[in-house]
């Protein structure tokens, strides 16, 4: 019974991963910390210096659940550009996909009050599928797709992303995830080898509010996103509240997501920082029927946050020196 699932869950997934490449833009759902891993346009844009790692299992108990590894980087490389680069990988049963995907963003400081950046990701997949289908029972021979799947197939996608701030507290941002999408080798099936999608996309809108008095800051956010895929519902919509105490030391954050099942899912996150290290765990618990047959999921994250200048600081010492 276990190799039965194993092998239509992974079947179900080569099938339907090639329409929709399962829109990687909320693998992680700690996005709340780092925006860039839902706008490439975020890229940067703190001007600090952020490496991370994510490790996120989902459907806990699950035989053959799906699990993902990620390292992460982005920085402001100079007072204009950030760069950045993501390396993942995921295994959904005898499915095993790898990600390389280096992004860069500009951003432009309009006016002391706005700052606008724009940027992209260019995305190369590799999804194979395990040998080990061959050998099981139920698999029959002569399926040339899964054949194909075994010997390797690569694709390349590029995201776009605009993303901004107001008065540092309020911040902003519009992402076109696998915008423009290409198969970089043959693999036998009806559907186009190169597409242009454009009817996905992914809207951030939030707000930081300082209690200074209570050293306590609290962090609205809503993310709307359409994905066109077979997975979800045409809308997902994504309400959060991140809290952080003394002097950000602590944080604690809760999300309701909405249109991934009839019931919802709802997120825990802790998380505590020591100088320049973040650690986070955060706990996902759904509304749905399949939650009975699973722990739900589990995500954490390790992170160096190397603090840089910003443009503010920069402009005011450039007036100093301006000055003398």
């Not at 790898?98 to 997949?125: I, N, W, Y």
């Not at 709802?266 to 047959?293: C, E, H, M, P, R």
Request: some cysteine; proline content about 2%.
């Amino acid at each position: 019974m276990k190799n039965c699932l194993l092998l239509i869950g992974a079947l179900v997934l080569l099938c339907t991963n090639l329409q929709a490449q399962l829109h990687e833009e909320n693998v992680f759902g700690q996005y709340t910390l780092n925006h860039a891993l839902v706008n490439p346009g975020a890229t940067g844009f703190a001007e600090t210096h952020l490496a991370q790692m994510n490790i996120k299992s989902n459907w806990a108990g699950f035989p053959g659940s799906p699990k993902t590894y990620a390292l992460n980087y982005n920085g402001a490389v100079s007072p204009v550009l950030g760069l950045g680069i993501t390396v993942r990988s995921e295994n959904v049963a005898m499915l095993t996909r790898l990600h390389v995907a280096p992004s860069f963003a500009c951003r432009f400081q309009v006016s002391e009050d706005l700052k606008l950046a724009g940027g992209l990701t260019a995305e190369f997949t590799t999804r194979r599928l395990s040998d080990a289908v061959l050998a099981n029972k139920f698999y029959e021979g002569g399926d040339d797709i899964v054949q194909e799947n075994i010997t390797g197939v690569r694709y390349f996608d590029v995201s776009a992303g605009f993303y901004g701030a107001y008065k540092e507290n309020t911040f902003f941002g519009v992402s076109l995830p696998n915008a423009v999408q290409t198969r970089l080798n043959t693999i036998i099936s009806e559907i186009d080898t190169t597409s242009a999608n454009f009817k996905s996309f992914t809207f951030l809108l939030g707000h930081k509010i300082y209690v200074k008095d209570q050293d306590f800051s609290v962090e609205p956010s809503i993310l709307v996103k359409r994905i066109n895929d077979v997975y979800t519902s045409p809308v997902q919509v994504d309400f959060n509240i991140l809290t952080r105490f003394l002097e950000e030391r602590l944080a604690a954050g809760l999300t309701y997501r909405y249109g991934l099942n009839d019931g919802g899912v709802l997120s825990i996150l802790l998380g505590t920082k020591v100088t320049a290290f973040k650690v986070y765990y955060s706990y996902d618990v759904s509304f749905g029927q399949f939650q009975s047959y699973s722990g739900g999921a589990h995500e954490i994250t390790l992170a160096f946050d190397l603090k840089g200048e910003d443009n503010r600081s920069r402009r005011k010492r450039q007036m100093r020196r301006k000055r003398r």
